[in-house]
């Protein structure tokens, strides 16, 4: 693996660093933490030199107006009836790209949830379940959130930085906005007010905490032709329908385009 060099804008210490482990030290447990890998020094240098926003801005820029990565022998892409075989809706570098997404019909009613996960900008793996016979859109948006998250451990533990993409704002404002106020309130949102799902909040939340150093989570917009996120929301029918209770890899080939021909949500 290349090296990489660490800017902090935000932090108990803000610079140019070499180290991953100086960088978690100084953001850790910070909700504003602001901070980003660079592949030189030079780069690295510059962007302190500049903003946060400014850097987002720049990457986001680069990724949407690069050149789209070769397909992968093992897998047979989208052609221009489907979604776009790009997975640059990525706010972030990351190793690991994961989509998730919930379905539900009717609302409340039989919902499920699917996962894409990217790697090096490849599809590498699809993955449903988690079916309930009453659930809603919200539980299983953030039965995917869980589900990633879960997902995302192992390949932390190996030193690598992982995204997750949702198009859910209600699920990521849950866990990364409004859980760490609930819980100092004793999980209520004040006056005994009950927190709607909140269970699957908390174990979320647990995760969450525990991740988050090495964690980004982003946004994505739904229905929006977005390979990864379109890939997840035909996982998550296909859990709905098939009343799938586990967490189960697809096993079939990964033919994108026959897969974004299956039923959506």
């Known amino acids: 693996m290349s090296k990489k060099y660490y800017v902090v804008w935000k932090g108990?210490?803000?610079?140019?660093?070499?180290?991953?482990?100086?960088?978690?030290?100084?953001?850790?447990?910070?909700?504003?933490?602001?901070?980003?890998?660079?592949p030189s020094k030079a780069e690295a240098e510059a962007a302190f030199q500049s903003t946060y926003t400014k850097a987002l801005t720049k990457r986001s820029m680069s990724k949407s107006s690069g050149a789209k990565p070769a397909a992968s022998a093992?897998?047979?892409?989208?052609?221009?009836?489907?979604?776009?075989?790009?997975?640059?809706p990525a706010k972030q570098h990351a190793d690991i790209n994961i989509y998730c997404d919930g379905a539900c019909s009717p609302n409340p009613g039989k919902s499920g949830t699917g996962m894409a996960v990217y790697q090096q900008q490849q599809l590498i793996e699809l993955w449903y379940g988690l079916y309930q016979?009453?659930?809603?859109?919200?539980?299983?948006?953030?039965?995917?959130?869980?589900?990633?998250?879960?997902?995302?451990?192992?390949?932390?533990?190996?030193?690598?930085?992982?995204?997750?993409?949702?198009?859910?704002?209600?699920?990521?404002?849950?866990?990364?906005?409004?859980?760490?106020?609930?819980?100092?309130?004793?999980?209520?949102?004040?006056?005994?007010?009950?927190?709607?799902?909140?269970?699957?909040?908390?174990?979320?939340?647990?995760?969450?905490?525990?991740?988050?150093?090495?964690?980004?989570?982003?946004?994505?917009?739904?229905?929006?032709?977005?390979?990864g996120n379109e890939l997840s929301d035909r996982m998550a029918v296909l859990a709905r329908v098939k009343c799938t209770k586990g967490f189960v890899q697809y096993n079939e080939t990964l033919d994108i385009k026959a897969i974004l021909a299956m039923a959506s949500g």
């Not at 897998?75 to 489907?82: E, L, Q």
């Open 74 to 88: 093992a897998y047979v892409k989208a052609d221009s009836a489907g979604a776009s075989n790009s997975s640059s």
């Open 133 to 227: 016979p009453m659930g809603t859109n919200n539980t299983a948006e953030l039965n995917g959130l869980l589900a990633a998250f879960n997902y995302a451990q192992d390949h932390i533990k190996q030193g690598k930085t992982v995204q997750v993409l949702s198009d859910s704002k209600y699920s990521i404002d849950c866990i990364t906005k409004w859980a760490k106020g609930w819980q100092a309130k004793g999980w209520t949102r004040g006056k005994g007010e009950e927190i709607k799902n909140l269970e699957i909040i908390k174990q979320c939340f647990t995760l969450y905490q525990a991740l988050k150093a090495n964690l980004i989570i982003s946004h994505v917009k739904g229905h929006a032709n977005i390979e």
């Open 12 to 38: 108990a210490k803000t610079g140019v660093f070499e180290l991953w482990n100086d960088v978690k030290n100084h953001t850790q447990g910070r909700a504003d933490a602001q901070y980003m890998g660079f």
